[in-house]
């Protein structure tokens, strides 16, 4: 059904996770879209920097159902709902690096994550925050979806974080200098740190991603 040559793919990329210091132990998820109709997921309890065939699952996009292989994970709903909505983008991700995971658990989190210009360039200009809900919960899997409708990374209070990109290095792009982010901004402290004005931004938008100003 599915060539495995995807599935090697699917597995090196997830392996990746554990490289780029993105999951502990299984923490997060993968998910990646090979066709119209169908996506590999990563399987429930499975830990990604090791996972292999046998952790693989294939669903069908448009009915959340799998197709073959084991149980996908838990948060596969909201996986495959954002892969519905965004038919720009084929991977979502799932990860819980360390100092993004410290912002999603601060009571007063930033209202801006534009400390350098990668994250506006390439993460988006506005990160989108959610309240906390219960892991694998219908509630987490429709404010993710709806989040990643609208933007292409989002903070789950008290959880972890997720981003969608148009393949691996653009997802794994996202959630690198969104941890990079969170680094600057934990470390720096509290009023400590300056972010990008919206001329700045607009700067960057025209010389550097070639966008015209409207």
């Known amino acids: 059904m599915i060539n495995s040559e995807y599935i090697e793919r699917f597995i090196e990329a997830a392996h990746r996770v554990g490289q780029e210091r993105l999951q502990l132990c299984s923490s997060g998820n993968l998910s990646w879209r090979v066709n119209k109709d169908l996506a590999l997921v990563s399987g429930t309890g499975s830990w990604l920097p090791r996972i292999t065939k046998e952790n693989v699952a294939i669903c069908n996009i448009s009915t959340g159902m799998r197709v073959d292989g084991p149980k996908p ?21 799932h990860f819980q690096s360390e100092f993004a995971t410290i912002v999603s658990c601060m009571k007063n989190k930033p209202k801006s994550f534009n400390v350098v210009a990668e994250v506006p360039c390439y993460c988006g200009k506005e990160i989108a925050v959610i309240p906390y809900y219960r892991p694998g919960s219908k509630e987490l899997a429709d404010a993710v979806t709806q989040a990643l409708t609208h933007h292409d990374c989002v903070l789950m209070s008290k959880h972890g974080q997720a981003v969608c990109g148009k393949d691996f290095d653009d997802a794994f792009q996202k959630a690198v200098f969104l941890e990079l982010a969170c680094r600057i901004i934990v470390r720096a402290g509290e009023g400590n740190y300056d972010i990008l004005s919206d001329d700045e931004i607009r700067d960057l938008e025209v010389y550097i991603l070639g966008k015209t100003q409207k």
């Open 73 to 93: 994970s838990m948060e596969s709903v909201f996986h495959l709902g954002v892969l519905r909505q965004r038919k720009d983008m084929n991977v979502v991700l």
